[in-house]
């Protein structure tokens, strides 16, 4: 079956490598671990992530909507800042309600008194390699930092949430930091149920010592008596899917720059906020080399500068890899480009085109 580019395009076999790393976890370590929405929220393969994952966390109540109506299994809410609509709204559905702060927690603790209630915790130490999202920067707003206001809304607690990594392979530096939240809050977990320790630890990372993480968890598990969670974004669906585009036009300006029919900005935002590249699945070191750009009219709309074993022409197809996380969920109009469509190639290899957009979505997307 021919797809009309852009399209991104989940491999469920490619997901189900990481799944595998999730349920492995989950059964040397006892810990669960629930989806983080914001990272990736393309539910046409949820059916598959449910066999493997013990819910959903969110940032939003709609988020936290979409996990309850798609994902089932546990639904965990959380918001920097919830409106009395969204705690009144976001109750009829959810497992646990997490609040960031105290001053939250006081304001709606009566609504939301027969769920599990859940505050995050602001340990003051991160492992994030951008300033942009590190919560422990300074005035940071993510999370209660003094440990007189936490012990005082203990009663109310069945659990902490720490959200402190992101994109961290360094499993030694992990035991560190869960060493540390051991040593600060220890007396406190032991009046809890449960301990979330966030996303961003890369354990489905080739090479990432699994067994040793697991055991690690265990064991903080089993030393304060609580339930860990997990709450995997980029690890769940890292390398699970593709961007494919087409060359539509060759321009030279010094190099050769091949524009395809896709953005950075509009497709692919978080490469553009992080200043990253993107990546190819086999990345050549040799051959034709091109800077690939987007057609956005931001000048800075660069993919990157890759090599091909071939000269590009008008119609040559450019796959960027690694692109299931942040990138869908934070898809826009801008330009009013074509709005890549979402295939899948299920497990049996079937390709499935799950939704196209078209003039009518730009339009609506406005008024
Ligand atoms: C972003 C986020 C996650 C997921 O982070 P990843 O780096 O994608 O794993 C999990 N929990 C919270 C609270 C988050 O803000």
């Known amino acids: 079956m021919k797809i009309t580019t852009p399209y991104y395009l989940i491999d469920e076999n490619k997901l189900l490598r990481n799944m595998e790393i999730i349920r492995q976890v989950r059964q ?28 959903t966390t969110s940032s939003s109540l709609f988020e936290a909507r ?25 109750t009829a559905f959810a497992d646990k309600v997490i609040f960031n702060s105290a001053s939250q927690l006081e304001r709606y603790y009566e609504l939301v008194k027969t769920k599990k209630v859940g505050l ?18 300074r005035h940071s707003r993510l999370g209660v930092t003094d440990k007189a206001v ?10 902490f949430m720490f959200h402190y990594n992101c994109e961290n392979d ?22 809890l149920e449960w301990i979330s320790l966030g996303g961003g630890i890369y354990f489905t990372k080739e090479g990432y010592p699994v067994e040793a993480f697991s055991r690690t968890l265990a064991d903080f598990a089993k030393t304060y008596g609580v339930q860990i969670y997990l709450e995997p ?14 060359v539509v036009d060759i321009v030279q300006n010094e190099i050769n720059i091949a524009i395809v029919d896709a953005s950075v900005e509009g497709h692919m935002l978080d490469l553009l906020i992080y200043r990253l590249a993107a990546k190819m699945e086999a990345e050549q070191t040799t051959g034709h080399s091109y800077m690939v750009a987007g057609r956005s009219c931001l000048a800075g709309d660069v993919f990157g500068t890759f090599h091909f074993a071939d000269r590009l022409e008008v119609g040559s197809e450019i796959r960027f890899a690694d692109a299931a996380g942040y990138t869908m969920v934070k898809k826009n109009w801008f330009n009013g480009l074509a709005m890549p469509a979402i295939a899948v190639k299920r497990l049996d290899g079937t390709l499935e085109v799950v939704r196209t957009f078209d003039y009518a979505d730009f339009l609506t997307s406005l008024s």
């Open 28 to 55: 040397l370590s006892g810990a669960k671990s629930v989806l983080a929405l914001k990272c990736f929220s393309t539910w046409s393969v949820f059916e598959l992530m449910r066999q493997y994952m013990d819910g």
């Open 150 to 159: 936490l012990a005082a809304q203990l009663p109310r607690l069945s659990g």
């Open 233 to 246: 974004g980029e690890s769940a669906i890292t390398g699970a899917a593709e961007l494919v585009t087409r």
């Open 66 to 90: 979409l996990g309850y109506e798609k994902f089932g299994k546990e639904t965990h809410a959380y918001c920097v800042g919830y409106s009395a609509e969204d705690i009144r709204a976001v």
């Open 170 to 191: 360094d499993y030694p530096a992990f035991v560190r930091q869960l060493d540390y939240i051991g040593e600060q809050y220890g007396d406190m977990l032991k009046e």
């Open 120 to 137: 995050r915790v602001n340990p003051g130490i991160s492992h994030s390699h951008f300033d942009l999202a590190d919560p422990a920067r």
